[in-house]
């Protein structure tokens, strides 16, 4: 039997970790690895038309399977391309493995021809970055760099320079065992008994949820229910909590909605669960604050606590249910459940006035019919920007579908590039790409991968030929809009043109029909709907301060707009309210 080269050895291990695909882009010093890629029944290598697509498909992948998933750049320019999808990875707490292959390690510091330093540029996101710069160093760093991505939920980067990558490896050790899962956390003692008094002493408690509650639905709903407390939720919490919650009070943030705001500021005690919402102009300063949270790193840092208390959600809360009190009095909770019903009636007449006749097209609308006609179990990738309104006000979370986007790390063109990676998990379930045509056409490039790999992602382009987002916060800036505007060509044409199928829409009336056919098609598709660029309503008194990306920095004011399906959501959690 031959004897292995390194990068033989490189992607046994990757396989044996669980790693079913390397996306990437080759090339020069990563020949080596694809090589052996080719030669491993285990692992497929995945041919994407810019790193920075494989990065996000990567990161996508991770996210929907929870498992670990790689990507891979040549020297350079090649590996510095997957740094924007690296840092959304990392901010998402993905477990992704980065190559980044190097130039000759006999070159490095000498300002050989595509020099860079991978191991240092990368280490701001991720938890491990660091160089392989002999075979004997290669498997217990690649082991270690595993590790830390799976463990601590994140990225880990190894620079592999192309030579060492062909020598040959070391002779082979015994395998070690890999970490291929995280653990449970419950808290301490101390801080269960702190909580519960905490609860137990509230007359009106919240609860405030974000993507750490995932798999902790019903251990929300019935702590919920003993202590009578509304529950709101983030924009990464809501595909884990806003299903099946009849204590629903909606979402917090700009694009909030709902009374989320009014419940999380009403209460005596606001108890924060797995979310590490960055905009802390939302949160109160004169309540009690508990935060549950599974990365000791993120208690206390957006806001005073009253309690930190480090542990999984699911695991504290099996812990605090049986031990709290239950409380009798749901005044607070039936009050809240009032104010969310009512604000939703006000913003919903807004959507719903002669938006079937309303050409351009309402943007509103098409994330409507769209959440009405896609699958039950549907993946959702969000590109950011205005599509990121539309999904959080439209895609009704039911415990199957999922909703993925660059909710932490705001980069644009994160939709297609997730929707490839999210297809490639399964080719039978259906994947939806909610693309701006700002995001879209900055990686269009990669509609091929879709064509190349015959991956059936279907992109619903919501065109409304501007930065639709940037044109908005200049507004409120007080600013003329500039530079936002853009002028595209017939997308579906483009499509077409691709080898795919492709569809404009520009009528109301058609939406409907285009995007149940476009779903039939087997192979990749796109819908191009021609939307209103003037689709927001502005609050009349918004200052220029109050916006900072996506954050009112000193405003309960949000966006106006529709809310769709939740208000019927929130008229039968009405029915929970007891009549005098």
């Not at 392989?132 to 592999?160: D, E, N």
């Amino acid at each position: 039997m031959a004897k292995q080269n390194v990068a033989e050895q490189f992607v046994d291990i990757l396989a044996r970790a669980g790693v079913k695909r390397l996306y990437g882009v080759v090339g020069d010093s990563l020949n080596p690895v694809v090589d052996a890629v080719r030669r491993n029944s285990a692992i497929d290598w995945i041919s994407v038309r810019h790193e920075e697509t494989a990065a996000f498909a990567a990161g996508a992948e991770a996210q929907i399977t929870g498992k670990l998933a790689a990507c891979a750049g040549s020297c350079g320019p090649g590996n510095l391309h997957l740094i924007n999808g690296l840092y959304d990875a990392h901010r998402s707490m993905a477990p992704v493995l980065a190559l980044a292959s190097h130039i000759p390690s006999g070159e490095i510091g000498l300002g050989y021809f595509q020099e860079t330093h991978p191991d240092r540029l990368f280490q701001e996101c991720s938890h491990y970055s660091e160089m392989i710069s002999s075979p004997q160093q290669m498997p217990r760093l690649l082991q270690t760099a595993i590790q830390h991505a799976v463990g601590r939920g994140g990225v880990s980067v190894v620079t592999l320079p192309g030579d060492i990558a062909d020598r040959p490896a070391p002779d082979r050790a015994p395998e070690s065992a890999l970490v291929t899962s995280r653990p449970t956390v419950r808290p301490g003692d101390a801080e269960i008994d702190r909580l519960v008094e905490l609860i137990d002493e509230a007359e009106k408690v919240t609860l405030f949820c974000g993507s750490g509650t995932a798999g902790a639905h019903a251990e929300v709903m019935e702590f919920a229910e003993k202590i009578k407390s509304p529950v709101g939720h983030a924009l990464r919490g809501k595909e884990w909590i806003q299903y099946d919650n009849k204590f629903d009070v909606g979402m917090s943030g700009l694009l909030g909605y709902g009374a989320a705001y009014e419940a999380t500021h009403e209460c005596d005690l606001l108890i924060l669960l797995g979310t590490d919402f960055p905009y802390n102009a939302f949160l109160p300063d004169d309540v009690r604050i508990a935060q549950v949270d599974v990365r000791p790193e993120h208690l206390g840092r957006r806001s005073k606590l009253d309690l930190a208390v480090w542990g999984d959600v699911r695991e504290t809360l099996r812990c605090l249910v049986p031990r709290v009190k239950t409380k009798e009095n749901r005044r607070f909770l039936d009050k809240m459940l009032k104010k969310h019903a009512d604000a939703l009636e006000g913003v919903v007449k807004a959507y719903t006035r002669k938006v079937e006749k309303h050409i351009p097209i309402h943007p509103e609308y098409v994330a409507s019919v769209l959440d009405e006609v896609a699958d039950t179990d549907a993946v959702f990738t969000v590109d950011t920007g205005m599509c990121n309104v539309w999904a959080a006000r439209y895609i009704s979370p039911n415990g199957r579908r999922r909703v993925i986007g660059s909710f932490s790390h705001g980069s644009m063109a994160n939709a297609l590039p997730m929707a490839i990676g999210a297809q490639f998990t399964d080719r039978r379930r259906q994947v939806v790409s909610m693309s701006g045509d700002g995001g879209f056409t900055m990686l269009m490039g990669d509609f091929l991968t879709l064509v190349q790999h015959d991956l059936p992602v279907k992109v619903v382009l919501f065109n409304n030929s501007s930065l639709g987002m940037v044109e908005l916060e200049m507004m409120v800036a007080g600013l003329p809009s500039y530079g936002t505007a853009a002028t595209n060509p017939d997308f579906a044409a483009v499509a077409r043109a691709c080898g795919a199928y492709g569809v404009r829409v520009e009528k109301p009336k058609q939406l409907a029909g285009a995007l149940k056919d476009a779903f039939r098609h087997k192979g990749p598709a796109l819908v191009d709907v021609v939307t209103d660029p003037n689709a927001l309503s502005i609050p009349p008194k918004i200052k220029a301060e109050m916006v900072t990306g996506f954050a009112l920095s000193a405003s309960k004011i949000v966006l106006d707009g529709g809310v769709g399906r939740m208000l019927q959501l929130a008229r039968s959690n009405l029915r929970n309210v007891p009549r005098p």
